[in-house]
């Protein structure tokens, strides 16, 4: 690609782009939230015009194809049928499932995957679902594979498995892309990289042996960041929030748990292990469970989202998409969504209110926005995080139940995100941070419950806590 551009109206967010990918290799293309990633990738694949510029390649756009984070797959369809959807393979006017069969089975071979094509889709796991997305790209013969934030809901099994997959491709000849906000793994995959900012190429090269994540971030932000003095530790007050006995047929089992005012609490495991159902229940998005909520010191009967805001809990859930973002909604709208209440004037909406509101936040949280009445969808995905987070916190709550909260979003952001954590622990407010990163338990936590399917299998103190142990008690085994 050469000297792409791109506006949309007069935001200029391509600003004469070039990138060059090799045929049999692995591409890292990094950059901070907003700066053009998936926008030149959509570019490439033919889902978007550019404006100016030269795409220079033999591979027609039929060849390229474009691994999005919300997997397009028929949940209750099986992977064949997946596979070949739209395009099925006919024997004279009838569908031929066995000449399908046999190719979904040659794909899958060449993944060295075994699996079994007439699997439901809705019965694999997160890794599968996205070796099918994989397969569906390798069906149409795909030269190069475009693969945006493949892993932020895998397991660092899971992930192993995709990484020994693009492996295989990259053996046979495809160039894949790797979008990534996780450097550690860019590192271990890939072979060469390219680093965007505010819409240009800042930083080309191989990744080899003696190429740091410290390196990189700071490519990407321009600016030297610190890590190390993230975690502040505090005194903490007494206990506001306890779970007792809290049990769901299935989903989780005697969760006992407790967080104190100005606490930071992460809760951990692999997925499945149970965490997001626990705290749907403790917000009242999900019901059906036993046993105590208590709320600074008195049991809490909550039985929808609304009487949990009133109690001052706020949430953000795990899958922005489905359940963070009113797609239909403004980036401004969106952020004010459960503040409406204190932004009213005589029972309107005060419009000169909701500006500063919306402002207040743009500004704290670095929110990378054009116009604050633009639909939430124009704004890239770690961005429309940081609107998600900023409307949680706009509601002033005492309890923050985050869900993944950096999911998606950048380097820089993600220590800005951490330090105002930080900074509202101090003020007394308390979270509880459900994550797979160890790296952000270790950065935020004062204590993290370690759960395996649906229990609590051990609580540890900072002191204790450490990437081994986590991950030992997580995959089901013991400390001694
Ligand atoms: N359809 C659109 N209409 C208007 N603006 C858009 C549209 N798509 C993207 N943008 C803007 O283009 C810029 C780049 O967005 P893009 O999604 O390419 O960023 P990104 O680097 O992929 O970010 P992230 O890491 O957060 O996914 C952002 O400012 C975004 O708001």
């Given at each position: 690609m050469k000297n792409i551009k791109k506006a949309f109206g007069n935001n200029l967010v391509l600003k004469g782009v070039d990138l060059k990918l090799e045929a049999g290799?692995?591409?890292?293309?990094?950059?901070?939230?907003?700066?053009?990633?998936?926008?030149?990738?959509?570019?490439?694949?033919?889902?978007?015009?550019?404006?100016?510029?030269e795409i220079i390649t033999e591979i027609t756009k039929n060849k390229i194809a474009f691994i999005h984070q919300e997997l397009a797959l028929v949940d209750d369809l099986n992977i064949m049928e997946n596979l070949f959807l739209g395009h099925e393979i006919k024997k004279s006017l009838f569908v031929d499932k066995k000449a399908m069969y046999i190719k979904s089975k040659e794909i899958l071979e060449r993944m060295n995957i075994t699996i079994n094509p007439k699997t439901i889709i809705k019965d694999l796991t997160p890794s599968y679902k996205q070796i099918i997305e994989i397969a569906k790209a390798l069906l149409k013969d795909a030269k190069i594979i475009i693969m945006d934030e493949p892993t932020t809901s895998l397991t660092e099994i899971e992930i192993q498995s995709i990484f020994s997959l693009m492996k295989v491709l990259k053996s046979q000849g495809v160039s894949l892309v790797f979008i990534s906000h996780k450097l550690n793994e860019v590192i271990e995959i890939c072979d060469r990289v390219t680093i965007m900012r505010d819409g240009e190429v800042v930083y080309n090269g191989n990744i080899t042996a003696d190429v740091n994540e410290h390196d990189l971030a700071q490519h990407m932000v321009g600016k030297e960041l610190s890590y190390e003095n993230v975690y502040n530790p505090r005194t903490v007050g007494d206990v506001v929030l306890e779970l007792c006995n809290l049990n769901k047929e299935r989903i989780f089992e005697n969760i006992n748990m407790s967080v104190h005012k100005g606490e930071i609490v992460g809760v951990t495991g692999l997925l499945g292990d149970g965490r997001s159902e626990v705290f749907e229940a403790v917000f009242g998005v999900s019901s059906g469970h036993s046993g105590k909520i208590i709320i600074k010191g008195k049991e809490a009967n909550i039985t929808s989202t609304a009487k949990a805001l009133s109690l001052g809990i706020g949430y953000i859930p795990s899958n922005r998409k489905q359940n963070g973002i009113v797609k239909d909604l403004?980036?401004?709208?969106?952020?004010?969504?459960?503040?409406?209440?204190?932004?009213?004037?005589?029972?309107?909406?005060?419009?000169?209110?909701?500006?500063?509101?919306?402002?207040?936040?743009?500004?704290?949280?670095?929110?990378?926005?054009?116009?604050?009445?633009?639909?939430?969808?124009?704004?890239?995905?770690?961005?429309?995080?940081?609107?998600?987070?900023?409307?949680?916190?706009?509601?002033?709550?005492?309890?923050?139940?985050l869900d993944n909260p950096t999911q998606g979003v950048d380097i820089g952001a993600k220590l800005e995100i951490y330090n105002i954590i930080m900074n509202l622990a101090k003020e007394g407010v308390s979270f509880i941070i459900l994550s797979n990163e160890a790296q952000e338990i270790f950065m935020t936590c004062d204590r993290t419950y370690v759960m395996f399917q649906g229990q609590i299998r051990h609580e540890f103190s900072r002191a204790e806590m450490s990437e081994e142990n986590i991950m030992l008690v997580a995959t089901g085994g013991q400390i001694i």
């Open positions: 290799s692995i591409h890292a293309l990094l950059g901070e939230n907003g700066t053009g990633k998936s926008t030149l990738m959509n570019i490439l694949s033919g889902l978007l015009a550019y404006d100016e510029g403004s980036v401004g709208e969106n952020m004010i969504l459960p503040s409406l209440n204190k932004l009213k004037n005589n029972g309107l909406i005060s419009k000169s209110m909701q500006s500063k509101f919306n402002e207040e936040y743009v500004d704290k949280l670095s929110i990378k926005v054009n116009k604050l009445n633009n639909l939430i969808t124009s704004l890239s995905g770690g961005n429309q995080q940081k609107v998600v987070i900023a409307r949680v916190l706009g509601t002033a709550p005492d309890i923050v139940i």
